[in-house]
């Protein structure tokens, strides 16, 4: 018996020590570089393609915190709660503009990124860096419509189609009010920058009248749901598009001729990094020719660097991945809002997703409820003062 | 004597830094605006949303509800078979609660989606599909399955304490089953009802997760507008604070009502 004690405690001990290994392994003297991307964004050596991470450790004997965020908003929070020292992030435009408003990053050395000469002029300078001092694209795609061709049968090439009642109940939207209302903003034609409080009106209205078709306002789960087959039509990233057509040969993505919204990535370093000469080695280090032509087969997105795409997959180069001339330019990269706006916004679209709630009927059997609470609540006060009389 | 307060220092300490600290943030919060000074203004946007708060609690409610029509009699049955059945009936209570929960309110997505499991197998048999996912109805049910436990573990603590002599009593002195349920059963077990409504209550009202996995994004309850708040594209401390305190407000309010019903009903009993 007391054998089997001692057997039990040693197990539970050792998976105590299982649990801080991973901490205890690492060598506390080498530098470690912290880097925080989008989850799933990046080559991790599955499939047989280039473990990106390892690569770099292999290469430069610099070890990677690599770590991973949802959405911008997310990351944001976690950089201005300064919980925790990043040495390179990954996010989208609209908050890297937020973020050199903000002064919350730092200024590259370009002269230690010699590869950015690599990246096309096109992608240089862009509204939310002006003057390209703080940001080196990491890759860029538009939103566009993913469809099942066994659900939709007419041609798909316009924003319109999410708006068609006769695919009610079978439409994702987004939930985030940026990209929503730059999908309402576009088919209405105007900017999807708009400050214009009439046009994010009329564009509410729109979302409005939308909400009646909507199966769900999701995110990520647009992919799971689209690759099931769960529903008909959504909004959403080309990069994923290529991966999720691989899994659902059913599915067909279309770039809406009324033009969208083209993001970019790009990596950027954090004023508060204490490795930054260890941030622009590993940017550098992205711009390879072999690391990004690597990451961006695996990741599926489109590349800023044209001696990568030229050694891509003919069939790729000519997919919607790189759309022509023609689309790109009626799309827009999403630029920071100014305060107001973004308030004014997230208020507008909280009222959408809350539109239609709260019929008198609710607003009764909540009354009645509380009647009745109160009603007990009287009734054993009645009774205890009637037994105090007996 | 001295010994023993001893020992509840370390409780004291927790309970400054991670539990009185954080309340007084977020009531400091509740009343500053961007630039530190005092205003109401937070308090007073709440009205916009009080088509949010009336669904939110609408639906914690009936989860409520549903989770105590189940869970007293089951409760009630197992606090009243043999011994080691009781064990293992707990045991398959308690079981679900050692899966991740957000494991579990995604495995109710699968189950419910159009082309779900449960519409599969009605489609065998000539039927639907059925809108199940995306409704308030699945909201209602993710509450009931993640917070049932909840419910039936202080009911059985307290039913099982209900000595058998006292039901067969009333019994013997012409109680039917429904004079024995009204007349002993729930006033006796009121303590464990009052614990349990509370414990399904509460997180049924400020959850986020539930309603954004199963009902679609488009059933926002105050959780989510809360969560908004501080992860969403406007980050404002201020207002999430103060939705947070209105919040807790509610639920003390609540709670205080569930409260007096207790304190009444023991001193009746009592005379």
Known sequence: ?390 | MKGKKALALPYVVWSIAFVLIPLALVLFFSFTDKEGNFTFENILKIGKYSSIFVKSINLAVIATLICFLIGYPLAYIISRSREHVQRNMLLLIMLPMWMNFLLRTYGWMTLLENEGIINKLLSLIGLGPFQMINTQGAVVLGMVYNYLPFMVLPLYSILVKIDKSIIEAAQDLGANGFKVLIRILLPMSLPGIISGVTMVFVPSVSTFIISRMLGGGSNMLIGDLIETQFLGGNYNPYLGSALSLVLMVVMLLIMAVMNSLEEDDMEGMLV
């Open chain 1, 1 to 390: 018996m007391k054998m089997r004690k001692t057997v039990c405690l040693l197990c539970s001990l050792l998976t105590c020590f299982a649990l801080f290994s991973d901490s205890v392994s690492a060598a506390p003297e080498t530098r470690t570089l912290r880097v925080f991307n989008w989850g799933e964004y990046i080559s991790d050596g599955s499939d047989g393609s280039m473990d990106v991470i390892q690569e770099f450790t292999r290469r430069t004997g610099i070890q990677v915190d690599y770590q991973v965020f949802s959405t911008n908003e997310e990351m944001y929070a976690k950089i201005i709660s300064g919980s925790a020292d990043y040495d390179v992030l990954i996010p989208s435009d609209y908050m890297i503009g937020k973020m050199i408003d903000e002064g919350l990053l730092a200024k590259l050395d370009f002269s230690n990124i010699p590869n950015y000469r690599y990246v096309d002029d096109a992608f240089k300078n862009l509204e939310y860096d002006p003057t390209n001092e703080y940001s080196v694209p990491y890759t860029w795609g538009t939103v566009g419509i993913i469809y099942n061709k066994t659900k939709v049968t007419e041609p798909v090439d316009s924003w319109d189609i999410l708006w068609d009642s006769n695919y009610a109940g079978q439409i994702l939207m987004f939930n985030n009010p940026r990209d929503s209302y730059g999908i309402a903003l576009k088919k209405l034609g105007y900017s999807q920058n708009t400050t214009n409080r009439d046009e994010l009106d009329q564009a509410t209205d729109e979302l409005k009248k939308q909400k009646l078709l909507i199966q769900a306002y999701v995110m990520d789960e647009i992919f799971p749901k689209m690759t099931a087959g769960e529903a008909a039509l959504a909004p959403y990233y080309a990069g994923d598009a290529v991966t999720m057509i691989g899994d659902n040969p059913d599915l067909d993505f279309v770039v809406p001729k009324e033009g969208t919204n083209r993001f970019v990535d790009a990596m950027v370093v954090p004023k508060s990094s204490p490795n930054k000469d260890l941030a622009e080695q590993f940017i550098n280090f992205m711009l390879e020719e072999d690391v990004a032509l690597a990451n961006i087969e695996y990741i599926g997105y489109s590349t800023p660097m044209s001696n990568v795409k030229a050694r891509l997959d003919e069939e790729v180069q000519n997919s919607f991945s790189y759309p022509d001339d023609e689309v790109l330019s009626r799309c827009e990269t999403f630029v920071n809002l100014d305060e107001e706006t973004t308030a004014y916004l997230q208020d507008s679209w909280t009222g959408v997703l809350s539109y239609g709630d709260s019929s008198i009927g609710d607003i009764l059997f909540l009354a009645v409820f509380f009647l009745f609470l109160i009603g007990i609540v009287i009734y054993f006060t009645v009774k205890k003062h009637r037994n105090h009389t007996i």
